[in-house]
């Protein structure tokens, strides 16, 4: 349940929230004391319980802080895009938590109280991600990776992991080319190919070696890396090297028997159990909270379309192991969208969206009816998206390994939703895949979780809707 940690910036992120979460709550006590530091009185009565209120504080700016994509490894935002995000999770925050006070009383703190601890917290907690941002680019901090091998397959490292935030939490020294295999690499990336590889990762103060040669078939220095590993030092293939840091499975490195021999694919009694709870709890959950916006919807197609056109659409959707069901969507297209019968991506700017479904596409609301999918049991809440069974049977012929999206029930949320935009090509769908991929591959509670909750950012930034 706790693979991700394996990774050094999640486990920076993790010490980052746990930080700012000590810092929140700190905040509080000291708006307490701000607030009613002239008061002895009401001083003393509003510390009785600042311990546990300063928790609740805390955990809820910390979860809005989740929802705005503020923990996530590879974002890629200008410090003004930061700054906006942490100001609407906190905005978000403090909804919550009048929301919380109005629902519980014994945990109102006040007005004062809270404007003062917002405030602090969000000057403090901007000072911390500051700092943070300067921490983990010093390069001491960072593990010492040696790539053992120079060709196609090692050079997809320098190619396609060039981004200061794919390395924050490992630097490449450099790569050790292989006898058997073209050099692909710059030639200033590479170490001296007379010294052995135990000598190299000594002088280098290596502290992982990724085996990324082009055929490993009798080529690798066994003896060297089983050396290596009594040192110590941490041998991973290259696929899982990508899958551990980039978050997604690269399928131009992907075989089977990795597929087969590698950890994850957690279907157990146990999990299946843990997963359908998480379903039907989340989706009784949404539907409480959402069947305002449900309601404003219906009116708002039944108001634009007229009385007699339909306000739900049924569309036929691949599920778990290749079965079929019926979506149900609020209607956002024309009721004359595919008339010829042939289905079709939605593009951008789309002619056959009406005025209300490019709202509700934007944020999702046309998405809502898919809860009672959901509590059917056809969906999950978080999964791949369905696609629609001719798209799948002609990405099937054209993407390998596509049909393992499928070994899992399809999701309202997805990793792959989080992690990229809108796909209408067949390269789109491929590189969505190997987000989808590794959420069939490592999903779990924590996971569902957390995909669930910075789904909210997707939504209010409409990031990939069409």
């Given at each position: 349940m706790l693979r991700f940690l394996r990774r050094q910036s999640v486990r920076w992120l993790v010490l980052?929230?746990?930080?700012?979460?000590?810092?929140?709550?700190?905040?509080?006590?000291?708006?307490?004391?701000?607030r009613y530091f002239r008061s002895p009185e009401e001083l003393a009565e509003f510390t009785v319980h600042i311990p546990q209120r300063s928790l609740v504080f805390a955990t809820v700016i910390v979860i809005g802080m989740v929802a705005m994509g503020q923990y996530q490894a590879h974002m890629r935002m200008s410090r003004f895009g930061l700054l906006a995000r942490q100001a609407v999770a906190f905005v978000l925050g403090g909804v919550l938590l009048?929301?919380?006070?109005?629902?519980?009383?014994?945990?109102?703190?006040?007005?004062?109280?809270?404007?003062?601890?917002?405030?602090?917290?969000?000057?403090?907690?901007?000072?911390?991600?500051?700092?943070?941002?300067?921490?983990?680019?010093?390069?001491?901090?960072?593990?010492?990776?040696l790539i053992l091998g120079a060709g196609?397959?090692?050079?997809?490292?320098?190619?396609?992991?060039?981004?200061?935030?794919?390395?924050?939490?490992?630097?490449?020294?450099?790569?050790?080319?292989?006898?058997?295999?073209?050099?692909?690499?710059?030639?200033?990336?590479?170490?001296?190919?007379?010294?052995?590889?135990?000598?190299?990762?000594?002088?280098?103060?290596?502290?992982?070696?990724?085996?990324?040669v082009d055929d490993r078939r009798g080529h690798l220095p066994m003896d060297d890396l089983l050396e290596c590993r009594q040192m110590g030092v941490t041998i991973t293939d290259l696929t899982?090297?990508?899958?551990?840091?980039?978050?997604?499975?690269?399928?131009?490195?992907?075989?089977?028997?990795?597929?087969?021999?590698?950890?994850?694919?957690?279907?157990?009694?146990?999990?299946?159990?843990?997963?359908?709870?998480?379903?039907?709890?989340?989706?009784?959950?949404?539907?409480?909270?959402?069947?305002?916006?449900?309601?404003?919807?219906?009116?708002?197609?039944?108001l634009e379309s007229g009385p007699g056109q339909p306000v739900l659409y049924r569309q036929e959707r691949v599920g778990a192991h290749g079965r079929t069901f019926l979506l149900l969507k609020f209607r956002s297209m024309r009721t004359d969208a595919e008339r010829d019968g042939v289905a079709r991506w939605a593009s951008k700017n789309d002619v056959r969206v009406t005025r209300v479904g490019r709202i509700s596409r934007k944020l999702r609301v046309d998405e809502l009816p898919q809860l009672w999918n959901v509590l059917k049991g056809d969906m999950s809440i978080v999964?791949?998206?369905?696609?629609?069974?001719?798209?799948?049977?002609?990405?099937?012929?054209?993407?390998r390994y596509y049909s393992l999206r499928h070994s899992l029930k399809p999701g309202l949320a997805g990793w792959a939703q989080l992690s990229y935009p809108y796909g209408a090509t067949v390269e789109e769908a491929a590189e969505?895949?190997?987000?989808?991929?590794?959420?069939?591959?490592?999903?779990?509670?924590?996971?569902?979780?957390?995909?669930?909750?910075?789904?909210?950012?997707?939504?209010?930034?409409?990031?990939?809707?069409?």
């Open positions: 980052l929230g746990l930080c700012e979460l000590v810092l929140l709550a700190l905040s509080l006590e000291l708006a307490t004391y701000i009048v929301v919380g006070y109005y629902v519980v009383p014994q945990a109102y703190v006040g007005r004062g109280v809270l404007a003062i601890a917002l405030s602090l917290g969000f000057i403090f907690v901007l000072a911390l991600r500051v700092l943070f941002l300067q921490l983990v680019e010093v390069e001491a901090l960072k593990r010492r990776v196609a397959r090692a050079a997809q490292i320098h190619n396609q992991m060039r981004r200061r935030t794919d390395r924050r939490g490992f630097c490449v020294v450099g790569y050790v080319p292989h006898a058997q295999e073209t050099v692909a690499v710059p030639p200033d990336r590479l170490l001296q190919p007379g010294m052995s590889l135990t000598a190299i990762v000594q002088r280098e103060q290596i502290d992982e070696v990724v085996v990324g899982s090297f990508f899958e551990r840091e980039s978050g997604r499975v690269q399928l131009s490195l992907l075989d089977s028997s990795w597929l087969v021999f590698s950890g994850g694919f957690n279907t157990t009694p146990l999990r299946q159990l843990s997963k359908r709870c998480f379903d039907i709890g989340a989706a009784l959950v949404l539907m409480l909270l959402l069947w305002p916006l449900m309601l404003l919807e219906v009116l708002a197609i039944r999964g791949p998206r369905p696609e629609r069974p001719q798209f799948v049977a002609d990405l099937a012929t054209q993407i969505k895949l190997k987000y989808d991929l590794f959420y069939v591959k490592n999903h779990n509670l924590l996971l569902d979780l957390l995909i669930l909750i910075q789904t909210v950012e997707v939504v209010l930034f409409g990031r990939g809707a069409r």
